[in-house]
């Protein structure tokens, strides 16, 4: 019962690097969404997906895309890597019903140098 | 749109003490809350949620939460605390109608000493 995979765990980039951080559910649900971790600040939504082919900004867009071709897997790119992206990114999912709950992934924890 | 205040960034108790982690929202719609708990190193999991009805919600871990109208407040509290409740705690609140953007606040950082 794998629920939401996240990889990689770690990833150290350069400024100006690009890269794209994995996420994956086996639960079957529809909606999907990227989050980052700051210390202080809480947890702020990036990106969310109701479902294939359909994705929506959260609140802090800026320097991430986001495509979702399946239902399982919804991947979170970085165009070019800046510092302020240093951050740990989680995934979450969750049944399409406003009243169930998010199921997290353990997090990409990500430094940008 | 909704927001999310969590007045203390730490809270230190000692074990069988109760405690109370304070959250306050902003919203001009209905809204949903949820508490969240993050253990060390961990994805986040849920604690318990209020959509509507009795205003004094049970969830997991022995923790219980009352939704407050008039105060726009959703505290979280448990009797008597363990070792193994050490973590961050979330509050989090989305608008009813809006209910794809889920708005977490700041967290709290509950230390449970010996």
């Known amino acids: 019962n794998a629920g939401v995979t996240q990889t990689p765990k770690f990833q150290v980039l350069k400024t100006g690097q690009s890269m794209t951080l994995q996420c994956a559910q086996d639960?079957?649900?529809?909606?999907m969404s990227w989050y980052r971790q700051d210390p202080g600040m809480g947890l702020r939504l990036i990106h969310y997906?109701?479902?294939?082919?359909?994705?929506d900004q959260g609140e802090v867009p800026n320097g991430y895309n986001v495509s979702r071709s399946t239902t399982e897997d919804f991947p979170l790119r970085l165009l070019s890597a800046a510092p302020s992206q240093t951050s740990v990114y989680f995934c979450?999912?969750?049944?399409?019903?406003?009243?169930?709950?998010?199921?997290f992934g353990n997090g990409t924890r990500l430094t940008v140098t | 749109a909704q927001s999310v205040t969590q007045l203390d960034s730490q809270v230190p108790v000692f074990e069988e003490a109760p405690v109370e982690l304070r959250c306050n929202y902003s919203s001009s719609v209905s809204v949903y809350l949820f508490w969240y708990v993050q253990y060390p190193n961990q994805g986040l999991q849920l604690l318990l949620k209020?959509?509507?009805?009795?205003?004094l919600v049970k969830g997991i871990n022995g923790f219980e939460a009352e939704f407050n109208k008039s105060q726009t407040s959703f505290h979280l509290r448990k009797p008597s605390v363990h070792i193994s409740d050490t973590a961050e705690y979330f509050c989090a609140v989305s608008g009813i109608q809006g209910a794809q953007k889920l708005v977490f606040g700041q967290g709290t950082r509950l230390t449970i000493n010996p």
């Open positions: 997906s109701v479902g294939a082919g359909i994705t």
């Open positions: 979450a999912s969750r049944r399409d019903s406003y009243n169930s709950p998010l199921h």
């Open positions: 209020y959509l509507s009805g009795s205003t």
């Open positions: 639960m079957n649900h529809e909606y």
